[in-house]
């Protein structure tokens, strides 16, 4: 998902006032199994993480008080 699908999907779904979203793109962790005939080597999915930066108007929403 891009930054505008994710700030049109809290707004829309939601009704969210978002002020901005960034986002960071992680690669997959890379693992190796070594066994006694052969080493396999496989690779986890990369994935991607969005910090939502919400409008002043909010509320604190789950935040014990």
Do not use: C
Request: hydrophobic share 30%; charged share 35%.
């Amino acid at each position: 998902m891009t930054k505008h699908e994710i700030k049109e999907y809290l707004t829309k779904i939601y009704n969210l006032p978002v002020k901005k979203v960034n986002t960071a793109n992680y690669d997959g962790k890379r693992k190796r199994i070594i066994g006694k005939r052969f080493t396999v080597y496989y690779k986890y999915k990369d994935w991607k993480k969005a910090i939502v930066t919400f409008d002043s108007s909010m509320k604190q929403v789950g935040v014990k008080l």
